[in-house]
């Protein structure tokens, strides 16, 4: 069993940039694509980003191109988001998923664990 948990969440100004990580324990990380997700209240979870097992490859959401990097260090069992140009719109909780086995994997329910959730909140 994997478990997830996410850090580096907070609040900033339009522009600015952030870090989210996602440190997971077990061993099959190294072994499983992981994605970033995000949530705001009534909305569906939408999809973000996506590497898989060793890094090689990522995938992700039209709205973020260009400016979220997805990367992971396998050695420390960590994925990380980088952020730039925040925007208002992308105040949410941002959630670490696992367990993906598909490059254009996109549907929450593709991903099998789940981390609890920072919040990002990006002031205009």
């Known amino acids: 069993q994997v478990q997830l948990v996410e850090s580096g969440g907070g609040l900033v100004q339009a522009g600015d940039s952030l870090r989210l990580s996602c440190e997971a324990s077990?061993?099959?990380?190294?072994?499983?694509?992981m994605g970033w997700f995000r949530q705001i209240p009534e909305k569906e979870r939408e999809f973000v980003a996506r590497?898989?097992?060793?890094?090689?490859?990522?995938y992700y959401a039209d709205s973020v191109k260009g400016r979220f990097t997805i990367s992971r260090e396998n050695a420390k069992n960590t994925v990380y988001l980088q952020m730039n140009s925040l925007k208002p719109e992308d105040t949410a909780i941002y959630y670490c998923?696992?367990?993906?086995?598909?490059?254009?994997?996109?549907?929450?329910?593709?991903?099998?664990?789940w981390g609890q959730g920072t919040q990002v909140t990006v002031s205009s």
């Open positions: 998923a696992g367990g993906s086995l598909y490059y254009s994997d996109r549907l929450p329910s593709q991903y099998d664990y």
């Open positions: 077990g061993r099959t990380f190294s072994r499983t694509g």
């Open positions: 590497i898989s097992a060793r890094g090689g490859s990522t």
